[in-house]
């Protein structure tokens, strides 16, 4: 059984930072694509930033310049690192990953339980 398990969230004032971790555990084979997701109240969950097995990062571009994603592959966790926050950032943060399980021929997509992050103005 393969668990997302995050971390980090919480309130921060505008022009702050915060920093996210999403450690994966279990019976895991290889880890493929990480990423970060959000959903604000009201709003469709979106992508926020993704990076590759070979660490080649991708972010939404109201985040760019301002979100910093990168992972550690030996321990099978991406970070979120969140500068600059402003209001409009709040929302709850989701983990994603795709993983290779030692017990599939297969991946399978996996989703963090989500980890509120509060900007105030």
């Known amino acids: 059984q393969v668990q997302l398990v995050e971390s980090g969230g919480g309130l921060a004032q505008t022009g702050g930072s915060l920093r996210l971790s999403c450690a994966a555990s279990?019976?895991?084979?290889?880890?493929?694509?990480m990423a970060w997701y959000r959903q604000a109240p009201g709003k469709q969950r979106e992508w926020v930033a993704g990076?590759?097995?070979?660490?080649?990062?991708n972010y939404v571009d109201s985040v760019k310049g301002r979100f910093t994603i990168s992972r550690d592959n030996a321990k099978n966790t991406v970070f979120l690192r969140m500068n600059s926050l402003k209001p409009e950032d709040t929302a709850v943060y989701y983990c994603?990953?795709?993983?290779?399980?030692?017990?599939?021929?297969?991946?399978?997509?996996?989703w963090g339980q989500g980890t509120q992050v509060t900007v105030s103005s």
């Open positions: 990076v590759t097995s070979g660490g080649t990062t």
């Open positions: 279990g019976s895991i084979f290889i880890v493929n694509g």
């Open positions: 994603y990953a795709v993983i290779k399980d030692s017990g599939r021929d297969y991946v399978q997509a996996y």
